[in-house]
C-alpha cells in the first residue's frame, strides 16, 4: 500500500510567529512536521503529517514549533484504517479507551461519498404525517439537541480463515462516537405521524440512494438525527452533514446523507433489508429484519501482530450490546478450561463499547486467551462451534463468535479458528 | 400475493402492537416516572421532557406536492410507487450486454460482482434463489445501476432489464410484459424462507 502511494503536496505550516524568526530557521530546525497531502492507492487525496526534518538530539535546546490552526497525530504515531473497496475498518488494537477518533472511525459505503453543500441539504418527512415539511440543516440545529455515545457496528463484521488476523481485520467495522443532533420523536412530533404508522423508509443522498424500512417504534425509543461526531460536524464518511442514529441496531440502518423520511404502514422490501443484511439461520431459514447487534468482546491487546514478553501482561478490549449495558465480561488465560472476571471501565454505557482490563502474569508457556461479553439481558457471546451449531452456518451477517488468540512460546500471537 | 399479504397483516399487528405498548407507557401519568428511573442511571435517559414543549416549533418549511413526487421513488411489495411503462425479457438481454455484462457476467454468475443469476452449480445468493421480493429488482436497479453511472437509466429500461432478470432466474416466460400491475403478482422462489427475527436476547443462542 505504501509503496502505492504519491506525495502531491507538501505544505509547510503557515504560521505567524509571535517573536521575530526567520522562515529559513524553522525550515532549519523547529519545524519538524509538515502536512503532506498524499494520494492512496485508491487514488483519494489524503492529508498526513509526516516528519519533514531531523528530529533534534535535545528538544529543549530548539525552539518548537508555535501554535497552530489545526492539531496534527504526532507523526510517530500513524494509526490508518484498512480501505477495501467498498469499506475501510478501524485500528481497533491501535487505541485506547472507548472512542474512536474521527478519522479512523469504520466507513461502509455503497456508491462512494458523496459531496454535499451544507448550505442546499434538506430533509424532507412525509408520507402518514399531517404535514409534510422539509428541514434545512439549520432548522434541524434549531430543534432541542440531545448527546449521547454510542458504538456503530457493521451486521457483517467478522472475518476469520488465517492465523495473522488482526483485530483490525477481523472486526474493524465497529468504532463509537459521542454523536449529537434532534431526537427522531421530536421531529415526528413537529410532523405529526399517523398513529397507525408502523413503519418508516429512510432514504440517502448517495450514488445509491440507500434506503432501509424502519420500525416505527425504534423512532420512538432511542433513534436520532446526527450533525455532530465527537464534537465537530459529522466527518463526510459519516454522512456529513446528517445520518440517522439507530443504537445497537446494524450499520447499514443508520442511514447517511440522509435525503428523505416516508412514513408508511408496511415495510418497502429494498434490496438491503432482503438480498443482502439477512441470514441464513436452522432449519434453511432467512433471517430478516435482524436489527439488533448482539453482545460481542474481542481483546485488542495482547492479539496479532505483537509479540509480548514473559511477565505481567494487561490483557485489554472492548466488548459491547446492541441490547443494552454489558454487565459482565469473562477472560480466560486457559483455553477456556477456567473464566476469570474482567475489570469493566466505567462508566458503563448502554449500547456503547465498553473497556474492560485483567491483569495476567504470562509464564511463557504456550497457551490461549479469550474473552465473552455478557449483556444485560443475560446473553453470552457464543463460541464459534456454538454459534455455527444453532445457526447452521459458518457466517454471514449478525456473526459473534469469541476471538481466541494463541501466544507462542516466543510471544508471538495469532489467531484461533474455528473454535 | 396472498401469503405476502398476511405476512403485512401479521408485521402490522406487531408493530401496531408496539406503538399502542408505547403510547400506554408514554401517558403523562408515568411520563416523570420513566424520566426518573431513567435518571437514576438504569437506562441512557433518551427521552427528552417534552411536557413543556411548544405544540410546534415551526421550524422547517411545507414540503409541496411537486418536491415529495420528485424525490419520492420508493416501491412498496405490493407495486405502490411503480411507475408506468412496461418491459420484456429480450429487449432486457439487449440492455443486459450493453451495461451490466463487465460486472455481472454475460452470463449473470461470471461476473466479478455480485451474482444475478440462479445456476445449479452455485450456491450464490442470486434473485433467483435469494430474493424475496420481484419488485426489489425494479427498486434496485433504479436506484443504484448501473454502479458507474447510477440514475442513468429510463424506466422503460428498468422494466426490461428487470424483465431479462427474472426470465433468466426462470421466474418469467421469455414474452411475458413486466410492468406495474404484473411485477407484484410474480411470486419469488425464495420468499418462503424468510422468517422476521426471533432473537430476544437472553441466554439461548440464536
Known sequence: ?419 | MQGSMGKFNNLRNIFFGLILMFVIACQPANKKNKAKQELEGSDVPVHPNDEEWPTHFGFGNKADELLIKRLNISIAPDGTGLPAGKGFADQGAIIYKAKCVTCHGPKGWDGPFDKLVSNDSSKAKTIGSYWPYATTVFDYIRRAMPYNAPGSLSDEEVYQLTAFLLYANGIVKINEEINAKTLPKIEMPAKKFFVIDDRRGGREIH
Open chain 1, 1 to 419: 500500500m505504501e509503496k502505492k502511494r504519491k506525495i502531491l503536496d507538501i505544505q509547510i505550516p503557515d504560521i505567524m510567529p509571535p517573536v521575530k524568526i526567520s522562515r529559513r530557521k524553522l525550515l532549519g530546525g523547529a519545524a519538524a512536521i509538515g502536512l503532506v497531502l498524499m494520494q492512496d492507492s485508491f487514488g483519494k487525496a489524503i492529508q498526513e503529517a509526516k516528519p519533514l526534518f531531523e528530529v533534534p538530539k535535545d528538544p529543549t535546546k530548539v525552539l518548537g514549533v508555535p501554535p497552530g490552526v489545526l492539531g496534527s497525530r504526532s507523526p510517530f504515531e500513524q494509526p490508518q484504517k484498512l480501505p477495501s473497496l467498498t469499506s475501510s475498518r478501524t485500528p481497533l488494537q491501535d487505541l485506547f479507551g472507548t472512542i474512536t477518533p474521527a478519522d479512523l472511525h469504520f466507513e461502509r459505503n455503497h456508491g462512494g461519498v458523496p459531496a454535499i453543500d451544507p448550505n442546499k441539504y434538506e430533509l424532507v418527512i412525509h408520507g402518514m404525517v399531517e404535514k409534510a415539511m422539509r428541514f434545512t440543516l439549520h432548522d434541524l440545529k434549531r430543534f432541542p439537541s440531545f448527546t449521547r455515545t454510542c458504538f456503530i457496528e457493521c451486521s457483517g463484521n467478522f472475518r476469520s480463515g488465517a492465523t495473522n488476523l488482526s483485530p483490525q481485520e477481523i472486526c474493524g467495522l465497529t468504532s463509537q462516537s459521542e454523536w449529537t443532533g434532534v431526537m427522531l420523536s421530536t421531529l415526528f412530533r413537529e410532523v405529526g405521524v399517523n398513529p397507525k404508522a408502523t413503519w418508516f423508509l429512510a432514504e440517502g443522498n448517495d450514488a445509491a440512494v440507500m434506503a432501509r424500512s424502519i420500525p416505527m417504534s425504534k423512532a420512538y425509543e432511542d433513534a436520532m438525527l446526527v450533525y455532530a461526531q465527537n464534537g465537530e460536524a459529522l466527518r463526510p464518511e459519516q454522512g456529513y452533514p446528517i445520518r440517522l442514529l439507530l443504537p445497537g441496531w446494524e450499520g447499514n440502518t443508520q442511514i447517511k446523507w440522509i435525503r428523505r423520511i416516508e412514513i408508511a404502514d408496511q415495510p418497502f422490501m429494498t434490496r438491503e433489508e432482503t438480498s443482502k443484511y439477512t441470514e441464513n439461520i436452522a432449519g434453511g431459514r432467512i433471517r430478516q429484519f435482524s436489527f439488533v447487534m448482539d453482545a460481542r468482546s474481542i481483546i485488542t491487546f495482547p492479539s496479532y501482530p505483537i509479540q509480548i514478553e514473559k511477565g505481567w501482561v494487561e490483557i485489554r478490549g472492548i466488548a459491547w450490546s446492541g441490547r443494552g449495558k454489558i454487565t459482565q465480561v469473562e477472560v480466560s488465560t486457559d483455553e477456556g478450561k477456567n473464566w476469570e472476571e474482567a475489570v469493566l471501565q466505567e462508566p458503563v454505557l448502554s449500547k456503547a463499547h465498553t473497556a474492560f482490563r485483567l491483569l495476567w502474569y504470562w509464564d511463557g508457556r504456550q497457551t490461549i486467551i479469550k474473552s465473552r461479553a455478557i449483556d444485560e439481558t443475560g446473553y453470552y457471546q457464543p463460541s464459534y462451534q456454538e454459534l455455527t451449531l444453532a445457526r447452521e452456518s459458518k457466517g454471514g451477517y449478525h456473526f459473534n463468535p469469541i476471538t481466541a488468540w494463541e501466544i507462542k512460546k516466543d510471544g508471538s500471537i495469532w489467531l484461533i479458528n474455528d473454535i
